[in-house]
C-alpha cells in the first residue's frame, strides 16, 4: 500500500466489540528511568518499528497493574493483568514529537499521545482478557494470578500501600479458567503514606502492539479523571521496592536487565469512584 493512502483499520474479530468499557478501575504504574542500551536492545526484539522515549538520556520502563470491573450482557467479570512496558514511540513520529522530560511526559504536556507504552510482558488472570487483548491489541498476554493490598474504602483509613505479587499459571485444560501455581515471579510494594498527589491529565494512554501480520498498531485507552502522580526524588525514592524472584525466567529476566540498579522516578493512581454505599444497620425499638 502507498505510504499516501490512508491504512485499513485493524479487523475486530468475534466476539468482540470496540470500545471496551469499564466499570471501575484500579490502577498503580511505577515508572523507572534507566540505561537505554538494553532497553533499546529488548524494543528492537518485540517492537522493532519503535523507538524508545529519551528523557534527558534515559529511557522510561514501567509496570503498570489493573484491577477492573466490567458489565456484559450476561453478568461481569473481574480482572487483574500486569504490564511491562517500554515507553516509546514510532520510528518515523520523531518530528511531530514535543520535546519534553521525564515530569512533563509524566504529566501529560505530550498530547500527541505518540509517546505511548510498548508491551513487552502482559500477565493476566482473566482467560478471556487474555485472548482479547492478543487478538485486538497484539499484546504478549499470558496466564499469571495476583496477591495484593492496595488502598481501600472498605479497609482501614490509614492504608496507602500498593503491595501486588505476581504468581505464575496456566490455562486450565478446557481454557476457561486459570490453573495457579505457587511460584511467584516478581513482587512490588509502592508505599504513599504521607506523600501529596498531584492530579495529572495523562490520558488517551496509547498502547503499542506489533502483529506479526498487520504490523505495528496503537490503542489508545481513556480514562475519565484524572490520575493522581507521585513525583519521587531522592528523599523518597526507596518508597517503591522491586523484587524479582527469579533473574532466569522471561519476564524476570527483562526486568533485571531493563532495571539493573535503577531507581523508581514517579508513581500514579487511578481508584473508581464508588456509586453507591450499604449503610449501617441501626435499631427499630419493639411495639409497646
Known amino acids: 500500500m502507498s505510504p499516501d493512502q490512508p491504512l485499513p483499520l485493524p479487523p475486530v474479530p468475534a466476539p468482540y ?3 471496551f468499557h469499564y466499570g471501575a478501575l484500579h490502577n498503580i504504574g511505577l515508572d523507572w528511568l534507566t540505561d537505554p542500551g538494553p532497553v533499546r536492545e529488548v524494543l ?35 480482572t487483574q493483568e500486569i504490564e511491562v512496558n517500554i515507553v516509546a514511540h514510532p520510528a518515523g513520529a520523531v518530528g511531530r514529537l514535543p520535546e519534553v522530560g521525564y515530569e512533563q511526559y509524566a504529566r501529560g504536556f505530550d498530547q500527541t499521545k505518540l509517546l505511548g507504552i510498548a508491551r513487552i510482558h502482559v500477565l493476566c488472570d482473566n482467560p478471556l482478557a487474555i485472548d482479547a487483548g492478543r487478538r485486538l491489541y497484539a499484546e504478549p498476554k499470558y496466564p499469571a494470578w495476583f496477591e495484593t493490598t492496595m488502598p481501600s474504602l472498605n479497609g482501614p483509613t490509614h492504608q496507602r500501600t500498593w503491595s501486588v505479587t505476581c504468581r505464575q499459571a496456566g490455562l486450565s485444560e478446557d481454557r476457561t479458567g486459570i490453573d495457579r501455581w505457587d511460584r511467584a515471579l516478581f513482587s512490588f510494594e509502592a508505599d504513599l503514606a504521607g506523600l501529596t498527589p498531584e492530579p495529572v491529565n495523562n490520558t488517551p494512554i496509547t498502547g503499542y502492539g506489533t502483529d506479526p501480520v498487520g504490523g505495528l498498531l496503537a490503542g489508545p485507552m481513556n480514562v475519565y479523571q484524572p490520575y493522581q502522580y507521585h513525583l519521587l526524588d531522592d528523599t523518597t525514592r526507596a518508597r517503591v521496592r522491586l523484587t524479582v524472584t527469579d533473574p532466569a525466567d522471561g519476564v524476570g529476566r527483562h526486568l533485571t536487565d531493563l532495571l539493573a540498579d535503577s531507581r523508581a522516578a514517579g508513581v500514579w493512581t487511578y481508584q473508581s469512584a464508588p456509586v453507591a454505599a450499604h449503610n449501617r444497620p441501626y435499631y427499630i425499638p419493639a411495639k409497646g
Not at 517492537?47 to 534527558?56: E, G, I, Y
Not at 522510561?60 to 477492573?68: F, G, H, K, R, T
Open 44 to 78: 528492537a526484539e518485540h517492537h522493532p518499528d519503535l523507538v524508545a522515549a529519551d528523557f534527558d538520556g534515559r529511557a522510561c520502563v514501567s509496570l503498570n497493574y489493573q484491577l477492573y470491573f466490567a458489565q456484559y450482557p450476561n453478568g461481569g467479570g473481574i
Open 17 to 19: 466489540q470496540l470500545p
